[in-house]
């Protein structure tokens, strides 16, 4: 396709304890509690001055599903989200995600989308069709007089935030978008991707023209950085993506906690009264999924869910805040399969992995020779998955080394696709694919101005809500 498609009805911690299931044991997910709302805040919406809007980046209804399932087997009652979803006053629509030629968007066009109401090419960040520059929202936001950032356990030159601060035709393009990054002023950003940062920060310092970046490269640093008077701060917390939930090891105090920065940063950017617009990301909800890894988007979904209901007590605390909650497409629809006690069963097991599917891939090719990666992948997977994944996974793996087809479907007949379906037999966690898909997404809305939601809206359209609630001049002008 080459033209656009045609417009929407209306335009515009993984280490959760496992303690309960005995108990539940004897009674089905059919009969536990119907979700019992948070109390909702009580005050008037009254207008909006700042924006969180929290991206839980690949999240299908499928994965939403899986966070309840374990949430009510493992602590006895729903996920905050659906918790929230059931508060009075809490706002509910249907997003849709298209991209200007495609009907599965990538993170790119759908984080341009919000950030200049602008359908986008998937890889193209702020860089129209017809090859125009539009002014990104945050940038707009700061112009307007709002402190803006960004907080993400991707780099945080990845799609998802850098739609909303960089203009880029090709979102691949990490060390050109980490330039502008730091070239344009932003107030506060905090994720992975130093190696993609540092050399623009380097030639930003030796230039003088650092504008008052204050640099964190650690959980306590990040904390002191928030109590800094500096103008700015940048949180470089990894070299490349924030390492999975399943794969952090070390003291909780020093492993990198989304809830925590997020909140960090909502603070400072409000330090002496201003309003702001803050994008905190769960960027690595699309990774797992992506990997047909069950147990890592198990923990990925948990520190979203975890994220998300520090930022609704904050909300609920700090008068004349919306925070939104909305993912930009979903990927690979993951969902339990199995039937009866198997199914809760695979839950148990998939809680229980000790690493991720990346993780153990990445140790298989730097310590194995190609002829032998799939016994060894079979061995170290069965390990750190904790579970068998039966005779024939050697040489299905083996099969992918060598470019031998092992699905008809060739989006699965990869490492990631193979794992994740022999691993399916156990946790009973199934996927589509390796790749995004073009379902429809759920959003919530509280605070300040959510009630002027409709139920259904696409992206673009929620960037023309944003602007009309925030004041903003137009992405073109």
Not at 204 to 210: E, V
Request: proline share 6%.
């Amino acid at each position: 396709m080459t033209t656009e498609l045609p417009p929407a009805s209306r335009r515009g911690i993984l280490k959760a304890s496992l303690v309960g299931l005995a108990t539940l044991a004897g009674s089905g997910l059919a009969t536990a509690a119907a979700p019992k709302p948070v109390a909702a805040a009580a005050r008037p919406a009254g207008k909006v001055r700042n924006v969180i809007m929290l991206v839980p980046d690949g999240m299908s209804t499928g994965s939403l599903s899986l966070l309840d399932m374990h949430s009510r087997l493992t602590t006895g009652k729903p996920s905050f989200w659906n918790r929230l979803r059931a508060r009075a006053g809490t706002r509910h629509a249907t997003h849709t995600t298209y991209a200007h030629e495609s009907l599965v968007t990538d993170s790119a066009a759908a984080s341009s989308a919000w950030s200049t109401g602008i359908k986008h090419k998937i890889k193209h960040l702020c860089i129209t069709p017809d090859g125009r520059q539009p002014r990104p929202i945050l940038m707009r936001a700061k112009a307007a007089g709002y402190k803006v950032g960004c907080v993400t356990t991707t780099t945080i030159t990845h799609a998802t935030p850098a739609g909303f601060y960089c203009n880029a035709p090709e979102r691949n393009d990490e060390k050109a978008i980490g330039e502008q990054l730091i070239e344009r002023g932003i107030d506060l950003a905090i994720g992975g991707g130093a190696k993609h940062v540092d050399p623009a920060l380097e030639a930003a310092q030796a230039a003088g023209k650092a504008m008052g970046l204050l640099v964190a490269r650690s959980m306590d640093g990040l904390r002191a950085a928030i109590e800094n008077p500096a103008p700015r701060i940048l949180g470089l917390m990894s070299s490349e993506q924030i390492p999975f939930v399943v794969d952090r090891r070390g003291p909780a105090r020093e492993q990198f906690n989304l809830a925590e920065a997020a909140v960090l940063a909502a603070r400072r950017l409000s330090a002496g009264g201003s309003p702001f617009f803050l994008q905190v990301e769960a960027g690595r909800i699309d990774h797992a999924a992506h990997n047909n890894d069950a147990p890592a988007l198990l923990g990925e979904m948990l520190e979203y869910d975890a994220t998300l209901e520090a930022l609704v007590a904050y909300t609920d605390q700090n008068p004349g805040t919306l925070l939104v909650t909305v993912a930009d497409h979903a990927t690979a629809n993951p969902g339990l399969t199995l039937y009866g006690p198997a199914g809760r069963l695979g839950m148990e097991r998939t809680a229980a992995a000790t690493h991720s599917l990346e993780w153990i891939l990445a140790s298989v090719a730097k310590t194995t020779q190609k002829e032998v990666r799939g016994l060894e992948l079979a061995k170290l997977a069965e390990q750190h998955l904790g579970i068998p994944l039966g005779d024939d996974a050697p040489r299905l793996l083996q099969n992918v080394y060598d470019a031998i087809a092992v699905d008809p479907f060739t989006a699965r007949s990869t490492a990631y696709g193979v794992l994740g379906s022999l691993a399916a037999n156990q946790f009973g966690v199934g996927f589509i694919s390796i790749n995004h898909s073009a379902d429809a997404v759920d959003l919530l809305a509280v605070g300040a101005g959510s009630d002027g939601l409709p139920g259904l809206i696409d992206n673009t359209e929620l960037h023309d809500w944003f602007t009309s609630l925030l004041g903003l001049a137009p992405a073109l002008s």
